[in-house]
T-cell receptor, first 115, second 113 residues
Framework: DTEVTQTPKHLVMGMTNKKSLKCEQH?????MYWYKQKAKKPPELMFV???????INESVPSRFSPECPNSSLLNLHLHALQPEDSALYLC??????????????FGAGTRLSVL | AQSVTQPDIHITVSEGASLELRCNYS??????LFWYVQSPGQGLQLLLK??????LVQGIKGFEAEFKRSQSSFNLRKPSVHWSDAAEYFC???????????FGQGTRLTINP
C-alpha cells in the first residue's frame, strides 16, 4: 500500500480563521513533505520533516505552521491566510530523505480557498 | 543551480498515436530522475524513475523513458496513447542529498479522439 491520505479534500476559510490540514501515511516512511501548487504550475516545496524533526523550511510565511506529532502524521496549521494562499496543498512521504534513491508518494491534496 | 526544463507547455496528440515528452536537466552529479503524472485536481502519481543502471526504464501505464547523459535528457515515451492519458506530466530531479524534489514546469497532454 503506497497511500498518503489527506483531509479535508476541500477547505474554504476566511482570512481570520484558523484551520488545519492533515496528512497520514502508514508505510513506515520517515520523511514527510508539504508542497503548495498553484494552478498550471508545478508543486513548490514548503517544508520537510525528517524523523519527525523539521529539516527544511523554504522561507514559508509564519501564517503556515507545520507539525509532525508522530511518524505517521503531518499537520499544516493555517492562520490569517491571504487570498493568494489559495492553492492545492500536497503532502508527500518517502522512506527516508537521506538519499536520492527514495520515491516520494503524494496524497490527492487539499484544495484551499481563502476568501 | 539545479534545474529541470520541459520545453513543451502543451502537446496535443491523436488517440493511438505515439508520444514523446521532453525533459532536460541541469545537475552536476548523477541525478535521480522522475516522471510524475497529475490528473485534474488530483495528486501526483509516479510513472517511472531512473537512479542508475539501464538507461531505458519502464514504468506504469505503458510508459518508458530514456536517460541520455550526453544530452542531459530524460524523455518520456509511449507508443500508443489512450484518451485516459490526458493529464499534466512533470519531470523532476532530486537535489541536495535527496531532500528537495525539483519539478519542471510541466507539459499538459491533450488527446484528440
Amino acid at each position: 500500500d503506497t497511500e498518503v491520505t489527506q483531509t479535508p479534500k476541500h477547505l474554504v476559510m476566511g482570512m481570520t480563521n484558523k484551520k488545519s490540514l492533515k496528512c497520514e501515511q502508514h508505510m513506515g516512511h520517515r520523511a514527510m513533505y508539504w508542497y503548495k501548487q498553484k494552478a498550471k504550475k508545478p508543486p513548490e516545496l514548503m517544508f520537510v520533516y525528517s524523523y519527525e524533526k523539521l529539516s527544511i523550511n523554504e522561507s514559508v510565511p509564519s501564517r503556515f505552521s507545520p507539525e509532525c506529532p508522530n511518524s505517521s502524521l503531518l499537520n499544516l496549521h493555517l492562520h490569517a491566510l491571504q487570498p493568494e494562499d489559495s492553492a492545492l496543498y500536497l503532502c508527500a512521504s518517502s522512506q527516508d530523505d537521506r538519499s536520492g534513491g527514495y520515491i516520494q508518494y503524494f496524497g490527492a491534496g487539499t484544495r484551499l480557498s481563502v476568501l | 543551480a539545479q534545474s529541470v526544463t520541459q520545453p513543451d507547455i502543451h502537446i496535443t496528440v491523436s488517440e493511438g498515436a505515439s508520444l514523446e515528452l521532453r525533459c532536460n536537466y541541469s545537475y552536476g552529479a548523477t541525478p535521480y530522475l522522475f516522471w510524475y503524472v497529475q490528473s485534474p485536481g488530483q495528486g501526483l502519481q509516479l510513472l517511472l524513475k531512473y537512479f542508475s543502471g539501464d538507461t531505458l526504464v519502464q514504468g506504469i501505464k505503458g510508459f518508458e523513458a530514456e536517460f541520455k547523459r550526453s544530452q542531459s535528457s530524460f524523455n518520456l515515451r509511449k507508443p500508443s496513447v489512450h484518451w485516459s492519458d490526458a493529464a499534466e506530466y512533470f519531470c523532476a530531479v532530486v537535489v541536495q542529498g535527496a531532500q528537495k524534489l525539483v519539478f519542471g514546469q510541466g507539459t499538459r497532454l491533450t488527446i484528440n479522439p
